[in-house]
């Protein structure tokens, strides 16, 4: 029981982050995202002995809060979930959330900024793909085909593209990342 206790603390402790960002990239939410990935943690507790390989055990954490996510949804009319363009604003300017320091580190922040307009569908995917995953790996946790994979990541790149070319200016920072800053 101790060692099962202990795969599971270590697990919440090198993955709550990844779990807690790919949810608020989903939700665009901080308090939400937080309750899902408290839900997330709280229904693998059981099960997370099974997974051997911890980059299965990413995963299929992943997966989890996709699903609560997606449960989430299913219980809300699609007018409460909708987050309009004001809503959307306000939680933009949130500075330092969990979420927003892990997101900050992956892109920059009018990159991060542009992700959460693109819709959500695409949102997932660009996300995923963003932390490495492969599109075999991204079918699984979303639930879908690859093919189905493969054009929600050509489409969702295609509408950031256009998103970020009517806002942003781009630049290779001195990492040779592409970067870019809103336009004046």
């Not at 299929?60 to 363009?85: Q, T």
């Not at 892990?102 to 693109?118: F, G, P, T, Y």
């Amino acid at each position: 029981m101790d060692a099962e206790k202990d795969a599971f603390l270590k697990a919440y402790k090198d993955n709550y982050a990844k779990v807690l960002a790919y949810l608020y990239i989903l939700t665009a939410d901080q308090s939400l995202a937080e309750d899902l990935a408290q839900e997330t943690f709280l229904r693998a507790y059981k099960a997370i002995g099974d997974v051997k390989d911890e980059l299965c055990l990413t995963a299929w954490l992943i997966k989890v809060g996709h699903n609560i996510f997606l449960d989430h949804v299913r219980k809300k009319s699609s007018k409460e979930v909708a987050v309009d363009n004001a809503e959307l604003q306000n939680v933009l300017r949130v500075e330092g959330t969990l979420a927003a320091q892990v997101e900050k580190r992956i892109m920059s922040e009018c990159i991060q900024s542009k992700l959460l307009l693109v819709p959500e569908n695409y949102r997932a995917v660009l996300y995923l793909d963003s932390q490495g995953y492969s599109n075999q790996d991204i079918a699984g946790i979303l639930n879908c085909s690859l093919a189905n994979v493969k054009i929600r990541l050509h489409r969702g790149r295609q509408k950031l593209k256009e998103i970020l070319g009517n806002a942003c200016s781009f630049y290779y920072d001195e990492r040779n990342v592409m970067c870019c800053s809103p336009k004046d």
